[in-house]
């Protein structure tokens, strides 16, 4: 029998029903301690004065660690692609997001821990925060991180996107389509929370049980925090309680592991429902302007697209995620003449990341609504104004990749025949079989000969 | 007031195969002395069953029945590298890898054969846990007996190690111009809407979804995806909101009970339609369909909602109070218009003078 393709149950589907699965709240450890982090309760500030003494004197309390434990405090989740890291693992001298972590302290119990987070003195001097990425070109709001609001993909404070001739296509257009598309931030809301637990060996080396997504990602990561080698650490993981991208960060782990290696005891750190909803990363806020050049038939002649990504206080994953998003904005559709622009926003609210569809969420929300509009406007069908533009084999896709193998044609197709919509014979018959002459219109045969002959750009 | 029904429609694509973060995985297995296979990835489980896709993929590949595949991604000191589940690549880029790492086995199994049958490995072949001659189909070894040869008579380890990436493609800055992806999904969605005018509820009443996955290694774990990330595009376009009030902060929930996401509840009618139109570069020509299963869901809805009561919802989700606002200014002109000012300056200024329309400075 072959396996690919059969309807075979999941691998450890049996092992989750029956609750056997081990996740890593699940794993306990003798004289293991508990953690429990001291956060801002402010969205931006200058710490004035932190003070741990107190913390450190609460009966049962084994190790307090400030950003001066650190070895490397300060790393990029991307560092290794030349994004600059901007995210100190503690708070430094200065807080940029409401839950963001300051100290944290490993004690017998969570309850004790909490005694002496509490016990931490700490004291702020306020800053205006920046909440509202629309207004990040306004001179006068705050400013997030010294250099300002905006990302810079070098030497654009936006990742561009180009091709063919914008003002071509909206001189030539009979209409031009707008609209303005705001998706929300939401939450991943796995079931399993942020949690870690770190067990220091005789040898010295560091055993990591982690929920995260990304095994070896999150050990660089862990290591460039320590400054030690990938074999002082082993990570154990493999199965994760509901992750959907916001387990791509590394969030409990290297906390943990310094007040291990401080207290010489294992330490666990399970983040409460509390801290999984306002302190860690959510989905981005997305704000996407869309401009079509259109004819009153149905083509597409240009797309030009503003997008405000809100990154939160630190850049992460970011500029990855804007970057996919602007390679996306064409859609399922091949429009010969682009012009996007999107940019990376930091503001004062928890830091963003990945999740589910990551970047390209809100493309489809975007230009999916936005193509229902045109139809509206120029009166035609939804369907086939799809169809007609749908992307072919041979057509280029904005990264102007030639794309082999795209099934948009059949895929509306078989939407339209499960959904009982009769198409036009012509619409029916359609394949994704490369577009010759006479399936375009006049006015971009020209063009689009212009275009293939230049091998599409 | 009433209860209008509408129906929206969405295409969709999505990439797999990335490389915007260089992200390679590897992979490596062992067979046991009675032919059983282990195999050794790095790549995390987040649910979404690529383990059982992983053995799938070298089951098939090395010849031999899938429950005698198992597989351990329990931790970095057995397991290669994987830089992760995410972007969709789990299947694309681990399965590509341990089908790397399974073909290397099977040849390090054919040469053991060899030796044992007396007969040159390119005329050998393996399925269903048997080695046999091609052509000669009576001149056969198990794959379990191969194993204890090389175990017990040439003191050998029929072992083998793989890798994929797709290289990285740093982007032009001025144009985009890159190679970012080995092939990209196909989806469409169709949601039939019931939309109250009078307290601005909307309620999904069925979905249909087709996805065109290149090759659905496991149908039933490509329909669980379709259906589990569809019940997470509602919660986009209906329910969900870190800050209802954005950019303003009130009202966060922080707790299931105070954070809407979808229940069972919410649950539509699904009709789902899995395409295969074969990726050149996936495993077995799979592509993917994790990430994008959430992807289609809120503009159909959105569309719906248009077609059932003819207002425009551009924020998601789309709240009973945001359709009830817009059902208020529906009587307001539209803002349709031929020419725009399109300077890229004046544009985003404009954003931050109209707290977010800055297209909208529409001339005539």
């Not at chain 1, 939401?186 to 990591?208: D, F, K, N, S």
């Not at chain 2, 009433?2 to 915007?20: L, V, W």
């Not at chain 2, 896709?53 to 070298?58: A, D, F, L, S």
């Amino acid at each position: 029998m072959k396996a690919v393709g059969a309807r075979l149950p999941r691998y450890d589907g049996l092992q989750h029903v029956t609750g056997q699965s081990v996740y890593v709240d699940d794993v306990r450890v003798p004289d293991m301690l508990w953690a429990k982090a001291l956060r801002s309760t402010v969205h931006s500030a200058e710490i004035k004065k932190l003070d741990v003494s107190k913390a450190l004197r609460v009966p049962g309390v084994h190790a307090v660690v400030t950003h001066e434990d650190v070895p490397v405090n300060i790393v990029g989740h991307l560092a290794a692609l030349g994004v600059p890291a901007d995210e100190p693992l503690l708070a430094e001298h200065e807080v940029r997001y409401q839950g963001q972590p300051i100290a944290v302290v490993a004690a017998e119990t969570e309850e004790i821990a909490q005694e002496a987070v509490n016990a931490i003195e700490i004291s702020y001097e306020e800053r205006e925060p920046f909440l509202d990425i629309r207004k990040a070109f306004d001179p006068d709001v705050p400013k997030v991180s010294p250099s300002g609001n905006l990302f810079v993909y070098e030497p654009y404070t936006e990742r561009r996107v180009r091709k063919g001739d914008i003002d071509w296509a909206f001189e030539k257009a009979d209409r031009i389509v707008q609209g303005v598309y705001r998706p929300a931030a939401i939450e991943h809301c796995p079931t399993e929370t942020q949690v870690a637990l770190v067990v220091p060996e005789a040898t010295g080396r560091l055993v990591i049980y982690s929920c995260t997504q990304a095994m070896y990602f999150s050990m660089g990561v862990v290591a460039t925090h320590l400054g030690v080698s990938l074999n002082d650490l082993k990570f154990v993981g493999g199965t994760v309680g509901g992750g959907f991208g916001g387990k791509v960060d590394t969030a409990a782990e290297t906390i943990s592991a310094l007040l291990a290696i401080k207290a010489k005891r294992p330490v666990k750190w399970r983040w409460t429902r509390e801290e999984e909803f306002l302190c860690s990363s959510v989905r981005a806020t997305w704000h996407v302007e869309i401009a079509d050049a259109v004819t009153k038939d149905g083509w597409i002649l240009g797309r030009r697209t503003l997008t405000l990504h809100d990154a939160g206080a630190y850049t992460r994953f970011s500029s990855y995620g804007a970057t996919k998003h602007a390679f996306h904005l064409g859609g399922a559709y091949t429009i010969p003449n682009l012009s996007f622009n999107a940019y990376v926003i930091w503001s004062n609210h928890v830091p963003t990341t990945a999740m589910r569809g990551f970047g390209v969420t809100s493309v489809s929300f975007a230009v999916e609504l936005h193509m229902t509009r045109i139809a509206t406007v120029l009166g035609i069908d939804p369907w086939e104004l799809r169809l007609k533009n749908a992307s072919r084999v041979g057509d280029t896709a904005p990264t102007r990749v030639v794309l082999k193998d795209p099934s948009a044609v059949p895929t509306i197709q078989a939407a339209a025949q499960a959904a009982g919509v009769e198409l036009a014979s012509e619409y029916r018959a359609m394949t994704n079989a490369p577009r010759k002459g006479k399936t375009l219109p006049r006015h971009l045969v020209d063009q689009l000969g212009a275009w293939r002959d230049n091998g599409g750009r | 007031m009433a209860k209008h029904r509408g129906r929206g429609f969405s295409a969709i694509e999505y990439p797999t195969g990335m490389n915007q973060g260089g992200d390679p995985s590897q992979a490596w297995i062992k067979m046991k002395p009675d032919g059983r296979v282990d195999v050794f990835a790095g790549t995390v489980d987040i649910g979404q069953g690529s383990k059982t896709v992983h053995t799938q993929i070298v089951a098939d590949t090395l010849g031999v029945p899938y429950d005698w595949v198992t597989m351990d991604n329990s931790n970095t000191d057995s397991s290669p590298l994987c830089t992760g589940t995410f972007a969709s690549r789990g299947t694309f880029i681990g399965g590509n890898a341990v089908a790397v790492a399974a073909e290397r086995v099977r040849e390090r199994l054919l040469e053991i054969a060899a030796r044992e049958l007396e007969i040159d490995p390119s005329d050998l072949e393996v399925s269903d846990g048997e080695v046999r001659a091609k052509g000669a189909p009576d001149r056969k070894l198990g794959v379990g007996d191969v194993a204890a040869a090389a175990t017990w008579t040439h003191g050998e380890l029929i072992t083998g190690s793989g890798a994929w990436m797709k290289p990285y493609s740093a982007p032009d800055p001025d144009t985009g111009e890159c190679d970012p992806h080995a092939a990209i999904s196909y989806a469409a969605c169709v949601a039939d809407v019931e939309v109250d005018d009078e307290t601005g509820e909307v309620r999904v009443l069925k979905l249909i979804q087709v996805y065109d996955v290149g090759h659905a290694i496991n149908p039933t774990l490509v329909e669980g995806q379709i259906e589990g990330g569809a019940m997470m595009g509602l919660g986009l376009g209906l329910l969900e909101a870190t800050y209802p009030y954005y950019p303003a902060l009130d009202h966060r929930g922080d707790q299931f009970g105070s954070y809407l996401a979808p229940s069972t509840k919410d649950l539509p009618e699904f009709d789902n339609v899995i395409l295969e139109y074969p990726s050149s570069e996936g495993p077995f020509g799979a592509k993917a369909i994790g990430e994008m299963a959430n992807n289609a869901q809120p503009a159909a809805i959105c569309s719906a909602i248009y077609d059932a009561v003819g207002v425009w919802v551009t924020e998601c989700p789309a709240t009973p109070e945001r359709v009830l606002r817009a059902l208020e200014r529906r009587s307001e002109p539209r803002r349709e218009g031929k020419r725009i000012v399109f300077d890229e300056d004046l544009s985003v200024r404009s954003v931050s003078a109209t707290g977010g329309e800055g297209f909208l400075a529409v001339d005539g």
